[in-house]
């Protein structure tokens, strides 16, 4: 099992531009979360899902949309990049009978 | 909400034993604590949780106080693989939002 993958792991945007940022996991867990680190800050939660064709709103989750079109992936969106937004984003998932998290090696992000 | 206090930084010595505190003084009956740690850059990694009775796995052991108020993560024999941010977390009601906070950055010396 490769447990949960992110994709990619470096990008430079510039502000303005859009990207999309890719999580994939294959242990068929029902929950999968976005979270964002900031430099010597913990994690905070962007958006979250509890099954397919369901996402809810995290912490933060002014600037992104997120997608659940198949249980393995769950993807996040920046429509319009701004500075503010560069950060590491970490995946995670989880099954419906346990809190425990598995994370991704996350994404990071630089917007100029 | 329940949250968590943690000293934001702590050093030990190579094979001794490493102790995490964590308060929570306003933890709900029915939450439980987690402990995660982060080594480096890479994600978080899940190392126990209990509610009220102490936990032990092969990573570690977790110690809450009989009131709950607070807990202690303990690395039995601390390594230099251990140097990472520990983090103290309790669940939240609702069960789907997990707030991590800033941790303690625990660094094992030679």
């Known amino acids: 099992n490769a447990g949960v993958t992110q994709t990619p792991k470096f990008r430079v945007l510039k502000t303005g531009q859009s990207m999309t940022l890719l999580c994939a996991q294959d242990m068929n867990h029902e929950y999968m979360y976005w979270y964002r680190q900031d430099p010597g800050m913990g994690l905070r939660l962007i958006h979250y899902s509890v099954g397919e064709g369901t996402t809810a709103k995290g912490e933060v989750p002014d600037g992104y949309n997120v997608s659940r079109l198949k249980k393995q992936n769950f993807l996040l969106g920046l429509e319009s990049a701004a500075p503010s937004q560069t950060s590491v984003y970490f995946c995670?998932?989880?099954?419906?009978?346990?809190?425990?998290?598995?994370f991704g090696p996350g994404t990071r992000l630089t917007v100029t | 909400d329940a949250k968590t206090t943690q000293p934001p930084s702590m050093d030990c010595a190579e094979g001794r034993a490493a102790n995490l505190p964590c308060n929570h003084s306003?933890?709900?009956?029915?939450?439980?604590v987690y402990w995660y740690r982060q080594i480096h850059s890479q994600g978080p990694q899940y190392i126990i949780h209990?509610?009220?009775n102490n936990e032990t796995n092969e990573m570690a052991s977790l110690i809450i106080t009989e009131d709950r108020k607070s807990s202690t993560l303990i690395l039995p024999h601390a390594t230099l693989r251990d140097t990472a941010v520990y983090y103290c977390?309790?669940?939240?009601?609702?069960?789907?939002?997990?707030?991590f906070g800033t941790g303690t950055s625990l660094t094992v010396i030679p």
């Open positions: 995670a998932s989880r099954t419906s009978a346990s809190y425990e998290q598995y």
């Open positions: 306003t933890i709900s009956g029915n939450e439980y």
């Open positions: 977390i309790v669940r939240q009601n609702t069960g789907n939002q997990f707030y």
């Open positions: 209990g509610l009220k």
